[in-house]
């Protein structure tokens, strides 16, 4: 059985290499979400950067249902990872990315848990976001048990946001009120609300806040945080996408893929 410390290293090794790993090597190593924080945590002190924010997964029943859980996780993101929109990636560069599409949140000043959703709000900027969740396994979607998922900094990948709104200019309403739809190549493959994302993508972010606070921390300042995705993601592939916002948030966030 690996230690803590162990299977930090070699998730970080894989994150350097771009080597997946077997889940079936990994099999019954994690049982817990606190021995899998853990590993994420020292998984993340290995990155050369500091946490620059956070992703957040599993924000809607489908998705819970698909990792077997009730509730969220969160995973730690370096800064070089998140990318203000157009940006392009290459497949090359990844293992077996998806795309998802989410808001991304960033405090304005350090955040705690206890405010109210519309307090919560006047305390950040909001804008679109692609997100780019990739795993440090092979065949990993949707069968990598969430222990695993929560080590591998909840299979972070990169975060894409457009130019951000200050959150006093939208109501908590607002948010519950923002439709998407992604195209490739110009046709659309996905739509979705953000209703998707607990009801309401504030809610997600005071789940942070909580989960944060149970181990002494607070969100810091400039922090980003991606709040969970409009729909079930399909498999990152070659070519030019595009997530368009409209309702609350009139907005674009451009992502082109090559190989």
Not at 25 to 40: I, S
Not at 111 to 123: F, I, Q, T, V
Not at 214 to 229: A, N, R
Request: aromatic share 8%; proline share 5%.
């Amino acid at each position: 059985m690996q230690s803590v410390e162990q299977l930090a290293k070699t998730l970080f090794e894989a994150w350097k290499t771009n080597r997946p790993l077997k889940m079936a090597d990994y099999e019954g190593v994690l049982n817990d979400f606190e021995t899998a924080y853990a590993v994420q945590h020292a998984f993340a002190g290995l990155k050369p950067e500091a946490t620059g924010g956070y992703k957040i997964s599993l924000t809607s029943k489908e998705t819970q249902d698909l990792f077997k859980t009730n509730e969220p996780l969160y995973g730690e993101q370096i800064p070089s990872h998140i990318l203000t929109s157009p940006v392009t990636l290459s497949l090359a560069a990844m293992n077996e990315p998806l795309i998802e599409v989410e808001l991304a949140m960033t405090a304005k000043e350090d955040l705690s848990a206890g405010l109210s959703d519309a307090e919560l709000l006047k305390k950040v900027t909001v804008a679109g976001d692609i997100e780019v969740p990739d795993a440090r396994f092979s065949d990993w979607f949707p069968a990598l048990n969430k222990y695993l998922v929560v080590a591998d900094c909840a299979v972070g990948g990169y975060i894409l946001h457009t130019e951000p709104v200050d959150g006093e200019t939208l109501s908590v309403k607002d948010m519950e009120n923002i439709h998407v739809d992604l195209t490739l190549d110009g046709q659309v493959i996905r739509s979705g609300d953000s209703t998707e994302v607990l009801g309401n993508p504030l809610t997600a972010l005071q789940w942070l806040l909580k989960a944060l606070a149970k181990e002494g921390k607070v969100l810091k300042k400039g922090m980003v945080v991606s709040t969970g995705t409009f729909f079930v993601p399909p498999k990152l592939q070659k070519g030019a996408y595009e997530a368009k916002f409209s309702g609350k948030l009139v907005q674009s966030v451009k992502l082109t893929v090559t190989d």
